[in-house]
């Protein structure tokens, strides 16, 4: 699953709140104090961060628990009460912030610690409903370990903490719910997130298909390089695989179906391009943020840095489908489906004028990325007021401020969702000392070898990766295999993108899968097909990761152009050779001498400094 979703539980009869006039217009107008608050944020100076934090989550708890669909009395009403739980201890927090500090991580009384155990609850209810069970499963196990391991022998052990003391850490300091990690939610992923809604609600996501059908439709299987254009601009302000699938693909599968693609195919396009928009910056979903963070480097350094890998991902991509395309037959789009290119640049300010400010004000003038991205708000909310002709559109303009409101609140809400939970874990990791612990084992166990620990951090961001969103996947691996990564002599930067990259895996490696899922869904194809044809078209996914390992100038193109040009065009070649290679034909259980030529000199290509 990708960041910011939030799904509702399992059950026969699924209401969506929403559905209601009243409650929508409550929603509406939560969606609004809350995108205010965060916008008030950013000129408001520096305020505790025992205030600010625990408001945002007070933001997020109403689109999780009362706002969300939901199935069942039980279900609903239980939400009601995680709320209102919920909502007491941030504001708990928040108001007595000045006395809590003072406690310097302690809780007094019985019934401080019930309230801390009170939020600590809803925040796992709050992952559970949003991103499924696993995150806060990690959690408790965490949490259990925090409590009782003093009581474990051995390495693994630790010496034990007051009770007060482990759980005041976690609530009413830094250390926990309101570290750094809901830092960055407040901070910068809540601005942008409200800044992808502002674009999309408006005439951008008519100018990206509108760019990608002018520019591809007309090529041979051209339908299918549509999707994979208009998933990399839609996923550049979306920064979420499952709802880069579900916007794109419901424009894109059903053209592809029409023109005669396998229904297989044109899902595992989607599937697979969808998941590239995931890293295709400026967003990135939440974890370009959260990298800058742990990294203390500025956000445009982590921009720069992913661009060309990125940009080598749909390379492989495209090449996938067009060698595929050959095999199947697959004609381009007819010209009577292409718009004009008169009507493309009537839309495409709509796209392009937002980001453009965003990118001079964050490149150009060194402001902060929530100034960057402020001035794209306003920017993108002047453009909701008209047309594509440029005509006043007042009451278009309201129903698009309403609905940017509402699909705000709900991403920033999913995202904190994860954040706030992983940053449980992470405190306490930190508390017991149990990354540097599992650090060493990874040392130990690598025999010291670099190459053996990348794959160790591979299966472990796989794993994980099955059940838990992007963000919180990276987030917890890199806590536990970055530091053993980087004492092995890899640069920061590189273990922190290579983590982050095979977080993304489970979108489209079986058994679990989310993009294919959804994608083959929509399609009406079976999975398991489907995910056999992404596995082919998003070899890049896997590859590039060891490519920029081997080549780290490959994320340096300011620091070392000429170095990060050479990297690009020799990866570049590898990548099309494997994927000309592997992009035959499906039921091929053998390649030929000719593919098995081209994938081998790929492999040496791609390896050429280790050989």
């Given amino acids: 699953m990708s960041d910011g979703a939030v799904t509702p539980d399992r059950g026969t009869a699924i209401v969506d709140p929403l559905g209601h006039p009243l409650v929508r217009r409550v929603a509406v107008f939560w969606g609004l104090l809350g995108a205010g608050y965060h916008l008030y944020l950013m000129s408001a100076g520096l305020l505790p961060n025992l205030v600010t934090r625990p408001i945002h989550l007070l933001f997020a708890l109403p689109w999780v628990f009362v706002f969300a669909p939901v199935s069942g009395r039980l279900a609903r009403w239980g939400g009601w009460l995680a709320a209102a739980v919920g909502a007491a201890g941030c504001l708990w927090v928040a108001l007595d912030r000045d006395a809590l500090v003072d406690q310097y991580g302690y809780l007094e009384g019985p019934a401080q610690v019930a309230i ?30 925090g409590v009782f391991g003093d009581l474990l022998p051995g390495r693994f052990g630790h010496p034990g903490f007051p009770l007060e003391s482990f759980l005041g850490t976690l609530t009413i300091a830094e250390g926990g719910l309101w570290g750094p990690l809901t830092g960055i939610s407040v901070d910068v992923v809540a601005v942008f997130v409200l800044l992808g809604a502002v674009v999309g609600s408006g005439e951008a996501g008519r100018a990206f298909m509108a760019i990608a059908v002018w520019s591809a439709g007309g090529l041979r299987a051209g339908a299918a390089k549509v999707a994979v254009i208009a998933s990399a601009l839609f996923g550049s302000i979306s920064g979420s695989a499952s709802a880069n699938v579900a916007s794109t693909g419901a424009i894109t599968l059903p053209a592809m179906k029409r023109l005669g693609y396998p229904a297989s195919l044109a899902a595992a396009v989607e599937a697979v391009a969808s998941t590239g928009g995931q890293i295709m910056p400026p967003l990135m979903g939440a974890g370009a943020f959260v990298m800058a963070e742990l990294l203390t480097r500025p956000y445009t350094d982590i921009v720069v840095a992913a661009t060309l890998p990125a940009i080598l991902f749909f390379i492989a991509v495209w090449i996938g489908v067009d060698r595929q395309s050959q095999h199947a037959g697959l004609a381009p789009m007819p010209a009577s489906e292409r718009p004009s290119g008169r009507s493309v640049l009537r839309l495409l300010p709509f796209f392009a004028l937002p980001f453009g400010v965003l990118l001079a ?38 129903d698009r401020i309403a609905r940017a409101a509402v699909d705000a609140g709900r991403q920033t809400a999913g995202i904190a969702a994860i954040i706030v939970c992983a940053g449980l874990i992470v405190g306490v990791l930190n508390q017991t000392g149990l990354g540097v612990k599992v650090t060493s084992a990874m040392l130990a166990v690598s025999g010291g070898q670099l190459w053996a620990a990348l794959a160790l951090t591979a299966l472990a ?33 590189v273990a922190h993108l290579f983590v982050f990259w ?3 895996l489970s979108t489209i490696t079986p058994p679990v899968c989310g993009t294919v899922f959804i994608a083959a869904g929509m399609a009406d194809a079976p999975w398991l097909a489907v995910a056999g044809r992404a596995l082919r078209l998003g070899l890049g996914l896997y590859l590039v990761p060891i490519a920029f390992v081997v080549q780290p100038a490959l994320l340096d193109p300011a620091g070392q152009p000429l170095a990060a040009a050479i990297a690009f065009l020799r990866i570049g070649a590898a990548l099309w050779l494997i994927a000309a290679a592997l992009a035959g034909r499906t039921d091929a259980l053998v390649l030929s001498w000719r593919r098995s030529a081209m994938l081998a000199a790929g492999l040496v290509l791609l390896f050429v400094r280790l050989v």
């Fill in 116 to 145: 801390s155990v009170g939020l600590i609850l809803v925040v796992l209810e709050m992952g559970r409903r949003a991103i499924k069970w696993i995150l806060p499963a990690v959690a408790l196990v965490a949490l259990a370990y």
């Fill in 361 to 398: 004000v964050l490149f150009g003038t060194g402001r902060t990325p929530q100034s960057a991205a402020g001035a794209a708000i306003v920017t993108a909310a002047a453009l909701l007021m008209v047309d594509e002709r440029l005509r006043p559109v007042p009451r278009a303009f309201v």
């Fill in 461 to 493: 961001c796989l794993i994980l990766g099955m059940e838990v969103p992007t963000t919180a996947a990276y987030v917890i691996c890199v806590a536990v295999a970055g530091p053993a990564l980087i004492e092995l002599g890899l640069p920061p930067l």
């Fill in 502 to 504: 095979y977080a993304l």
